[in-house]
């Protein structure tokens, strides 16, 4: 088990919806990033979010925005789908101030647009 | 910012050999250099990682070496077996925790028997 938890784990959704996706970090963890990972490529930084703040932003359009919560779950919202935002969505836990051991990566949300 | 070029795209062997799969790097500031693999429909998993104090690092049948001058570093399989058959991902990243990771595109790596 990753410790990290995502939900929904896979999701339809029609051009122009908007979407929520959510993400349980790793216990001991204080820190979530998101990554989208489109077919065949490698993950693509989204945001970071810690102490409730995004702290770090990719080069990702304003239709993404995101939330962290007291307990350092997050979400991340797209908003005017597109069928270009089709890709599988990871959400990643890591503790802020401690030596960086990597990444643990949730599951994932497979996300089509349709 | 950091890019990360990541090589061959696939890679087939046969059992029992070797596997390499090299990757460089932009960023002269990046001292932290993940492998992940990938099977299909899994999430991305640790498998090995270097810092840039460290030249070679080896877990069993993987190593990982890193040139810092020349701004690449490189996967290592040796022994391969079937269930070895998977994605690799490389990355790069500013070693502290709140820097998000650089990937490549990813080697398809295929043991066949």
């Known amino acids: 088990d990753a410790g990290v938890t995502q939900s929904p784990t896979h999701l339809i959704k029609t051009r122009g919806q908007q979407v929520t996706l959510r993400c349980s970090p790793k216990?001991?963890?204080?820190?979530v990033s998101w990554y989208q990972q489109a077919l065949g490529q490698g993950p693509q930084f989204i945001f970071q979010y810690y102490e409730e703040e995004e702290r770090q932003r990719g080069n990702f359009p304003d239709r993404f925005s995101g939330h962290q919560f007291p307990n350092y779950s997050s979400e991340l919202n797209v908003n005017a789908l597109l069928l270009g935002d089709s890709a599988l969505y990871l959400c990643?836990?890591?503790?802020?101030?401690?030596?960086?051991?990597?990444?643990?990566f949730g599951s994932g949300t497979r996300l089509t647009v349709v | 910012g950091e890019n990360v070029e990541q090589h061959p795209s696939t890679l087939s062997v046969q059992e029992g050999d070797s596997a390499v799969i090299k990757c460089t790097y932009s960023?002269?500031?990046?001292?932290?250099f993940p492998w992940y693999k990938q099977e299909l429909g899994k999430r991305p998993q640790l498998i090995i990682d270097i810092r840039s104090n460290v030249g070679e690092k080896k877990d069993q049948r993987i190593a990982v070496t890193l040139n810092k001058t020349a701004k690449h570093f490189s996967l290592h399989i040796t022994e391969t077996q079937p269930e070895d058959s998977a994605v690799y991902f490389c990355a790069a990243s500013p070693s502290s925790g709140n820097t998000p990771l650089v990937f490549g595109k990813g080697t398809r790596l295929s043991v066949i028997a």
């Open positions: 960023d002269s500031a990046s001292n932290y």
């Open positions: 216990s001991g963890h204080d820190t």
């Open positions: 990643a836990s890591t503790l802020n101030l401690a030596d960086f051991y990597g990444y643990t």
